[in-house]
């Protein structure tokens, strides 16, 4: 198994603490709007995370810049093997000349001709005996990029969740406030009947249907405005999972509170373990340390086994005369001075190095402060909705009684109004409750590392 697969066994993420749900199965993909898979069917929570993984433009591009360190992992490898090549050469000349490989062969060659012309075919071929540790360490570096890359797709895989489970949140409280003020709007509606009819008997003054009729058109407003917000974050869900805005999803109706967190040192101490962006910035240092020591090794002398084998037939238009024959040899090179060339190498590396130390630290008191921050807003979440059943208890028994008072003619308007008002806003506040519970839940699953 090759080093990005077994990193990829070794980055293999389990589902966090968001609660387990039965999975729905969507109907297989059409192609809809721009020639997007275009799903429909029912849909939950988890299940459009899924299908964001499997069609998200973003983690494809992240898994595309694997593939590329990978390949650039392998050329730093292939320094460190033996190296041939083969050459030929026709000429024509007058004078002597100097010829070497084509750009890019390696190992190259170069070889003076002092014949009036010739037909000439080598083998060349170069192994590294000691480099002082150049070639190894630049080798370490790139494995360790490459180790990086795998924990930015791993990243970008939970990023990738975290913005689809957080759109489709949206969708589903943006919903249930439309279906909390689709009852309001039938409620103030039965409301003008009533007035109408007691203004036409002499019960109710003009005023009173007048601020009925008030009442309807504002919360028609209202509804066509969160039509619209409702449409905004559905395109906003489906393009998150990449998939075509002409999707058509059938979303559960209700959702439940997530659970309670677990404690605050066991949720930090798994982001800072598991969390990949944090996990790609230690590969990263680790890079650094051995571009370092890449750069020190630069002061080092170098050697390298060099052979050849040529054939050559001298003047082969005229009177041929052909040689063949080989070298071995040993190159050894030392580099006296250079100007100051490695020493400046050497203190960028180092810079380099210290400068990833410090992100790496910014990154993991940054991760802390989320987690914190996330769990606060989960346990504020999981409060609030305990206190809005109360409220929301409380504001229905009051509307029944106001209901049943406006009925048989025993209560104002303005009394029925504040009843209906109150439950209102104590099911919108059910619903807010609900869900910022369920959005923190998901930006907690996303600060301590699993999607």
Do not use: C
């Not at 433009?57 to 992240?62: D, G, I, K, Q, T």
């Not at 000349?97 to 083998?123: C, E, K, T, W």
């Not at 990738?160 to 949206?170: D, E, L, P």
């Not at 409750?433 to 996303?446: G, H, K, N, Q």
Request: no cysteine.
């Amino acid at each position: 198994m090759s080093l990005a697969g077994r990193l990829v066994l070794t980055f293999s993420l389990a589902v966090g603490p968001v609660g387990a749900q039965t999975e729905e199965k969507v109907n297989p993909p059409e192609k809809g709007v721009g020639g997007f898979p275009s799903l429909a069917g029912p849909l939950n929570a988890e299940t459009a995370v899924q299908l964001g993984l499997e069609n998200s433009l973003s983690l494809a591009m992240s898994r595309a810049q694997l593939r590329q360190q990978a390949a650039m992992t392998d050329e730093a490898r292939s320094q460190t093997r033996p190296q041939l090549s083969l050459n030929g050469y026709g000429m024509r000349s007058t004078m002597p000349m100097i010829y070497q490989s084509a750009p890019g062969v390696m190992p190259n060659f170069i070889q003076l001709y002092d014949r009036p012309g010739a037909l000439s075919a080598s083998a060349m071929f170069m192994m590294p005996l000691f480099t002082g540790g150049a070639l190894e360490h630049q080798l370490q570096a790139a494995e360790q990029s490459e180790k990086g890359a795998v924990a930015r797709t791993a990243f970008s895989l939970r990023e990738t969740a975290r913005q689809v489970r957080v759109n489709y949140f949206k969708v589903q409280e943006t919903r249930a406030n439309f279906q909390v003020l689709t009852w309001q709007l039938s409620q103030n509606q039965e409301m003008e009947r009533i007035a109408q009819e007691q203004l036409r008997v002499g019960k109710a003054a003009p005023f009173v249907r007048l601020r009925a009729q008030a009442e309807v058109a504002a919360t028609q407003q209202r509804q066509n405005e969160l039509q619209a917000e409702q449409t905004e974050k559905e395109v906003a869900l489906k393009t998150a999972m990449g998939v075509a805005v002409d999707s058509n999803f059938e979303l559960p109706k209700e959702e439940s509170p997530p659970i309670p967190p677990a404690s605050l040192p066991e949720l930090l101490a798994t982001a800072l373990a598991e969390r990949s962006d944090i996990v790609a910035a230690r590969y990263a240092v680790e890079e650094g340390d051995q571009l370092v020591s890449a750069a020190v090794s630069e002061y080092s002398p170098k050697g390298y086994l060099v052979g050849m084998l040529e054939s050559t037939r001298t003047d082969p238009f005229a009177m041929a005369r052909s040689e063949t024959g080989y070298s071995v040899g040993l190159v050894v090179s030392f580099p006296l001075y250079d100007g100051g060339m490695r020493e400046a190498r050497e203190e960028r590396a180092r810079a380099t190095l210290e400068e990833r130390q410090l992100k790496l630290r910014q990154l993991e008191l940054d991760s802390s402060g989320q987690v914190t921050a996330a769990r606060a807003r989960l346990l504020t979440g999981l409060q609030n909705y305990d206190l809005s059943k109360v409220e929301l208890a409380r504001a229905e028994e009051d509307w029944r009684i106001a209901h049943l008072r406006m009925t048989v003619g025993k209560a104002i308007y303005v009394e029925v109004l504040d009843a209906l008002l109150a439950l209102s806003r104590a099911r919108n506040n059910q619903v807010r409750s609900l869900y910022s519970a369920r959005m923190a839940e998901a930006d907690l699953v996303y600060a301590i590392g699993r999607y």
